[in-house]
């Protein structure tokens, strides 16, 4: 299992942050600044010998983008896809809502690339479009998927915002299908859970549950049948003194009180959090990636 380049993930973190500040403060839907964090994304992965697609969809009356990158090799009809929302607020540059997911999950694919992961499984990369907006690239991926196509996908793990200022650390609940509101949806993955409790656990970092719900990217996965899983910390809610004691910071405080505002630039960005995190995505994927042989 790698250890990711913290400097690398940061500098991914500064790219966003740089072409929020020369497009007019964000990286929303429909902006050029979206469009140049695609381009930046796919770029690299090209250059790392991904297969990549930019999918354009209409929302709005503007165009929205999704980057899907393949890695070649793996089983087809098991894929394991790993999302980070790539767009932000009209408010403000997106670096911890989600520069931070999409950061890691990059440097996670480069490395991958880098280290040539012979994976079991089919490993899949996406960075989607107009999440603000109501996860509209995800849906629009999943709903145009032929039905064959979806049913090849056997996990999809969800990364929005893993770097608050204020930190928790919360793992997608998959093992006892708690939906918060929701009565249709399946269950989450409860491999997904305890492969991320394991990697916690390794560090000596306690986690929470989190319920599912439908407030992010997995939302549309979960409404196709696809079982997912995710890792969060934290954005408008309080964090409490229980929470407080387990992880630090700020008792009676937000978990990121510059969510969804101008001031979410690369200060709003919890460095250790975000190391941790990031690993534990890379972890996640080796580990989903190296089955054992047969009759082990
Ligand atoms: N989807 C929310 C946003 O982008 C963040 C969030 C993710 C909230 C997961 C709760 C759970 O603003
Ligand atoms: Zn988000
Ligand atoms: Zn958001
Ligand atoms: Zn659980």
Redesign the pocket.
């Given at each position: 299992v790698p250890s990711l380049s913290p400097a690398n993930i940061k500098a991914h973190l500064a790219r966003f942050q740089a072409i929020a500040d020369a497009n007019g403060g964000n990286r929303a839907h429909g902006s050029p600044g979206f469009l140049a964090s695609a381009n930046y994304v796919k770029n690299l992965l090209d250059e790392a010998g991904f297969a990549t697609v930019l999918q354009p969809f209409p929302y709005g009356g503007l165009t929205g983008y999704n980057v899907i990158a393949d890695w070649p090799g793996g089983d087809p009809d098991d894929i394991l896809m790993v999302g980070a929302?790539l767009d932000s607020?009209t408010a403000g540059p997106g670096i911890n809502?989600?520069g931070s997911g999409s950061a890691a999950i990059l440097e996670t694919a480069l490395e991958v690339s880098r280290q040539g992961l012979m994976s079991s499984r089919h490993l899949r990369f996406a960075w989607w479009g107009a999440?603000?907006l109501g996860l509209r690239g995800s849906q629009y991926y999943v709903n145009n998927l032929p039905a064959s196509e979806r049913s090849k996908i056997k996990g999809y793990v969800n990364l929005?915002?893993i770097a608050s200022p204020n930190i928790g650390y919360f793992v997608y609940d998959g093992d006892n299908g708690t939906v918060a509101g929701g009565t249709m949806a399946p269950e989450g993955s409860a491999e997904l859970e305890r492969t991320f409790k394991s990697y916690y656990a390794s560090i000596g970092v306690p986690v929470q549950d989190?319920a599912l719900?439908a407030?992010?990217d997995h939302g549309s996965f979960l409404a196709a049948g696809i079982p997912v899983g995710?890792i969060?910390s934290g954005?408008e809610d309080i964090k409490d003194m229980a929470q407080a004691q387990l992880w630090g910071g700020t008792a009676g405080a937000v978990f990121d009180s510059c969510?969804?505002q101008s001031c979410d630039t690369i200060s709003n960005i919890d460095d250790t959090a975000l190391n941790r995190n990031a690993n534990a995505i890379a972890h996640l994927v080796w580990a989903s990636s190296v089955t054992s042989a047969p009759g082990v």
């Open positions: 929302h607020v809502d989600n999440e603000e929005d915002m989190i719900n407030r992010s995710g969060f954005a969510y969804h």
